[in-house]
């Protein structure tokens, strides 16, 4: 059973940094393709970034060029470093395994930021 563990929410001002992590148990971590999502007030949870395993990148409009993510393979670990946070990008955020034959998608519990003005 798959495990992902968010980490690395606050509360931080506008334009302030935050770096989110996700650590992930299991064996497979280097050959599934990843994401990040958050939901915030309305009822749908979007994607942010996600990242293949082959290492390709993808993000929503409203977060290119502030947002980044990155894997660690050895250590079994996604994160999401977050710059010139803005209002807007207050949510809880969650990280996705995607699915590969054989074995389901995996959510984590999710991590909370806050930002205020």
């Known amino acids: 059973q798959v495990q992902l563990v968010e980490s690395g929410g606050g509360l931080v001002q506008a334009g302030s940094s935050l770096t989110l992590s996700c650590a992930v148990s299991g064996r497979s971590f280097s050959t599934r393709s990843l994401a990040w999502y958050r939901q915030g007030p309305g009822p749908e949870r979007e994607i942010v970034a996600a990242?293949?395993?082959?290492?390709?990148?993808n993000y929503v409009d409203s977060v290119k060029g502030r947002f980044t993510i990155s894997r660690d393979n050895a250590k079994n670990i996604l994160y999401l470093q977050m710059n010139n946070l803005q209002l807007e990008d207050t949510a809880i955020y969650y990280c996705y395994m995607y699915p590969s034959p054989g074995l389901p998608g995996s959510w984590g519990q999710g991590t909370r930021v806050t930002v205020t003005s």
């Open positions: 990242q293949s395993s082959g290492g390709n990148t």
